[in-house]
């Protein structure tokens, strides 16, 4: 069993916890003063596999891109439906402890959560993360998609690190395990 693959949610909030406002919009992200690309592509080089929701699916679907961001990754939507694969994303609707168990038991890299307030708590209930980086913005959204949601799991965290790029911190942290 590869010890070091780790599931890691790398995502960015608002200072009062939002990843996105009521109706799905990141400009407020775009809007702050960064340091190239914030860290994305360090971190981006650590994982070879990414986990997401459905309604991040969509999301990212709807964007005008040239072509899937994350073509040279394995990438794999939870979803409660049944999707037909495409050339670039296998849709997941098994069982998600036992799944991310069998991803995190295989060799590889990291495992990015890359994002779902609904896929992270499900993560989260089924104490499935391992890590958590979050670039926080120094922008008060006062209402939108928070990043965690009320659940019955709490998480103890060690502080791993801190990143400043301009405007953002990034704050890195191991989830204490028993």
Not at 11 to 16: G, Q, Y
Not at 54 to 80: A, G, H, I
Not at 146 to 175: A, C, M, W
Request: hydrophobic content about 35%; some cysteine; overall charge negative.
């Amino acid at each position: 069993m590869n010890q070091n693959r780790n599931v890691v949610l790398f995502i960015a909030s608002s200072l009062d916890g939002y990843i996105a406002t009521k109706d799905e919009s990141l400009q407020w992200l775009f809007d702050v003063e960064g340091e190239g690309d914030n860290g994305i592509s360090e971190f981006y080089d650590t994982v070879d596999t990414l986990l997401m929701g459905k309604k991040t699916y969509d999301w990212l679907m709807k964007q005008e891109m040239e072509e899937f961001p994350y073509t040279n990754k394995e990438c794999y939507v939870f979803s409660r439906s049944s999707y037909e694969d495409t050339e670039n994303v296998k849709f997941v609707n098994d069982d998600i402890k036992n799944f991310v168990n069998t991803l995190k038991n295989k060799d590889g890299n990291n495992i990015w959560v890359l994002g779902g307030g609904e896929l992270l708590h499900s993560f989260i209930q089924e104490d499935l993360v391992d890590e958590i980086i979050i670039t926080f913005a120094p922008t008060i959204l006062g209402n939108g998609i928070p990043l965690f949601k009320e659940g019955n799991r709490q998480l103890d965290l060690s502080l791993k690190g801190t990143r400043k790029f301009n405007q953002f911190i990034e704050l890195h942290y191991e989830v204490k395990r028993q």
